[in-house]
């Protein structure tokens, strides 16, 4: 799990694609000192895996799934990457629960300037996140979490200091690019337990014959 606390901006050293498959090699500093094989590390806010490694860069796998979900498929070599490794058991909690599994990519449609602040405005490609968005709830951004400032039918805005701009990658962000986005997770999890219908209950549905005075007396209703 993750918090969307952007550690430190890595570069994109090396990418090796193989149809939809890839393995990046990224530059880092901070996130090194500890690193092992095997590691989860927040890669713009895609979880993904250390496969090798050296001092000062690490290698991971982009699987077919995450090729088309992501905007890692896009990605050059000299790029600005945001990266996080997971929470550590004892560590401050400052963002919210990130899982590091990509919902989708939003298109930046603008990017003005508010008194100290920036704001960015996003168009998701599905228009279906939108329904686990709410004003003022978290959304994350290429793995940096972010409060959303305003919400529209096809399209939502969040505000960004300048020390997030500054600590990472989104400073270098335009209009046009594409982003990562994963969105709150409890929002997920409520409509799936809301709306979810086992086989079993999609049967009882079948062969029920609806709300009527006998079902209500059969049940002791009346």
């Not at 090796?16 to 713009?44: F, K, Q, Y």
């Not at 899982?99 to 990519?105: A, I, P, S, Y």
């Not at 709830?137 to 409060?147: E, N």
Request: hydrophobic share 40%; net charge negative; with cysteine.
């Amino acid at each position: 799990m993750f918090t969307g606390l952007v550690e430190e901006v890595g570069r994109l050293k090396s990418v090796s694609r193989s149809g939809e498959a890839m393995v990046l090699g990224i530059e880092a500093h901070t996130i090194m000192e500890d690193m092992g094989l095997g590691d989860s590390i927040a890669v713009n806010g895609v979880c993904l895996t250390v496969t090798s490694m050296t001092a000062s860069s690490f290698n991971v796998d982009v699987m077919p799934q995450t090729y088309k979900h992501t905007n890692l498929s896009k990605l050059t070599a000299g790029q600005k990457l945001n990266l996080e490794r997971a929470m550590s058991a004892g560590g401050r909690f400052g963002g919210h629960i990130v899982q590091g599994h990509v919902d989708g990519t939003g298109i930046i449609v603008d990017v003005q300037r508010d008194y100290n602040a920036v704001v960015y405005t996003i168009r998701p490609v599905h228009s279906d996140l939108l329904r686990y968005m709410v004003a003022q709830g978290s959304i994350t951004v290429d793995g940096t979490s972010l409060t959303i400032a305003a919400l529209n039918e096809d399209r939502f805005s969040v505000s960004i200091i300048p020390h997030t701009l500054a600590q990472t990658a989104l400073g270098t962000r335009k209009p046009g690019d594409s982003v990562n986005l994963e969105c709150d997770i409890l929002g997920k999890y409520v409509e799936r337990l809301l709306f979810y219908k086992s086989p079993a209950d999609q049967s009882a549905v079948a062969g029920s014959k609806g709300l009527d005075l006998n079902f209500l007396a059969d049940n002791g209703f009346v």
